[in-house]
Structure formats: structure tokens, C-alpha cells
């Protein structure tokens, strides 16, 4: 009884998460303009979705900010990981703390504290350009800079950068510290050990840190938000101002789009992880 009890316990809990997820997908596909009474299927609403300007722009602006955000935050999350890795452990312990601030930190702070540091970058930036132009004329400085592209590019890296260290960590950990120490005895330098030996060791930590840095970017808003200035605009971005006006159909085509989008990555990340440790637990028991 007990059992059974538990049972409908967490069906009902799962009823209620994605019952409004799955209205949502059904409704993506409704003939009508109408998000309550189904007037047949119809793919018109992906249809508008692709043929739209502004929708697909947002889509390129979210995939081209997903994409460099994560390969730079991989590489200098791996490289970082490894650098705490290699310190005391009295060295490495507060740093690790401090990195893995902006993954408990709320995502309004830190969308709040990015744009104040831009905004204090962009005057600062302002007086010096104005000092350098009077005092010679061979360069000119640009005295404006704005919130656009390349400010939602570093805020995005840098609150992707510690989900990777966190997820790069754990292998290094695990990893033999002789091997380093081998591979160098053998004539390799350290960055040929790092490439040929660490990076291998390491290699299901920074493909789930990067496929979750991709996954954190391209559901990103409220960072975007207040980084991305007037000139560019995300999907996230997108979808928020078309409520504004009337939530439409096309709306729920876009939301099942990124939602299956995430769903994919997510499952992917939970199934490379999953066939990692069957292959450790294989190794192990040979």
C-alpha cells in the first residue's frame, strides 16, 4: 500500500511539472490561433516561426553566443581546473569556493553586478579615449561602447566557465598523479603530457562541462537580458517580448523548439556520464 501510495505521490508531482509543458507542445501544433480550443493539426505556426526576421536573427545571435561562449569557457575552465588542481590544498579549497559562487549566486546579482561593471568599464573607457585623442593624432579611439554583442559574449563565458571547472574536477581527481610524472620521464614536455595524457583522462569531464555550458547559455534571460544592450537580442530575449503583446501560437512552436533543444543536450549529458561509470565499473572488476 505503501508502494502504491508513493507512486501516485510522484506521478502527481510529475503531472504537475509537465502537464503545462506538454499543453504547451500540443497547442504548437494547433490549426487555430487559439492556446485553448484545438482546431486540428497544422505545422503553420513553425512555418511563420522560420519565416520570421527577427525570430530567426535571435536564433543566430543565441546559437553564435552559445557556441563561442562555450568553447572559450571550456578552455579556460579546463585549464583553471587543472590549475586548482595542481595547488595546496589550503590554497585550493577557498578558490574553489570562490569560483562556485556564480553557480549559488542569483542569477539577478550577477546579471545586475555585470551590466554595473560594463556601465563603470564604458565611462571609464570614455575618459581615457578623450585624453588619448587630445594627446595625439595618429590613433583615434572610439569614446563610445555600448552593451551589445561582445558584453553578452564575456557575461555568458563568465558565468559558464565555473560549471565546467565543477565538472572537470571530479576526473582530475580520480586520475593517476604518476602519469604526468611518467610521461615526462619519457621525454614528453608538459604541455605534450597535458594533451596526450591529462586531456584523455579528463576527456567525459570537459565534453559534460561543455554540453552543459551550451545547454546554461542557450536557456540563459535574465544575464542576457541586462548585458545584451539594445542591439542584440536572444531567443530568450525574443520569446519575453512577444508576450508582452499576445501569446500566440508561434510562441509555444518556439518554446517546444528550445525546450526539446535542452531536453536533448540534457539527456545526452545523463547518458555519457551513465556509460562513463559502466566503464569504470568494468575496469574496475577486470
Excluded at 571530479?170 to 586520475?175: S, V
Amino acid at each position: 500500500m505503501k508502494r502504491v501510495s508513493n507512486r501516485i505521490f510522484m506521478g502527481l508531482v510529475f503531472l504537475f511539472l509537465y502537464a503545462p509543458i506538454i499543453i504547451l507542445i500540443i497547442f504548437s501544433f494547433n490549426a487555430g490561433n487559439s492556446n485553448t480550443i484545438w482546431k486540428g493539426f497544422s505545422l503553420q505556426w513553425y512555418r511563420e516561426l522560420f519565416n520570421s526576421r527577427i525570430i530567426m536573427n535571435s536564433v543566430y545571435t543565441t546559437l553564435l553566443v552559445s557556441l563561442l561562449s562555450t568553447v572559450i569557457s571550456t578552455i579556460a575552465g579546463t585549464f583553471a581546473a587543472v590549475g586548482f588542481y595542481n595547488l595546496r590544498r589550503r590554497v585550493r579549497e577557498p578558490l574553489m569556493t570562490v569560483s562556485n559562487i556564480p553557480m549559488m549566486n542569483a542569477d539577478i546579482v550577477t546579471a545586475v553586478s555585470l551590466c554595473l561593471l560594463f556601465v563603470a568599464f564604458f565611462n571609464g573607457w570614455e575618459s581615457f579615449a578623450n585624453w588619448f585623442n587630445e594627446v595625439q593624432t595618429v590613433f583615434y579611439l572610439t569614446p563610445k561602447i555600448y552593451l551589445g554583442f561582445g558584453t553578452l559574449l564575456i557575461a555568458h563565458t563568465t558565468f559558464n566557465i565555473p560549471h565546467v571547472i565543477l565538472s572537470v574536477m571530479p576526473k582530475l581527481r580520480q586520475m593517476d598523479r604518476n602519469l604526468v610524472d611518467a610521461a615526462q620521464d619519457l621525454g614528453c614536455t608538459w604541455f605534450q603530457a597535458f594533451i596526450k595524457v591529462v586531456v584523455p583522462e579528463i576527456k567525459p569531464g570537459i565534453v559534460s562541462g561543455a554540453l552543459i555550458a551550451f545547454t546554461m547559455s542557450v536557456d540563459d534571460f535574465v544575464i542576457s537580458y541586462f548585458t545584451a544592450g539594445t542591439t542584440s537580442s536572444t531567443l530568450a530575449m525574443t520569446i519575453y517580448s512577444m508576450t508582452k503583446k499576445r501569446v500566440t501560437p508561434s510562441i509555444n512552436a518556439v518554446s517546444t523548439l528550445l525546450f526539446v533543444t535542452v531536453l536533448v543536450l540534457l539527456v545526452t549529458i545523463n547518458i555519457r556520464e551513465e556509460r562513463h561509470a559502466r566503464a569504470q565499473e568494468r575496469r574496475l572488476n577486470a
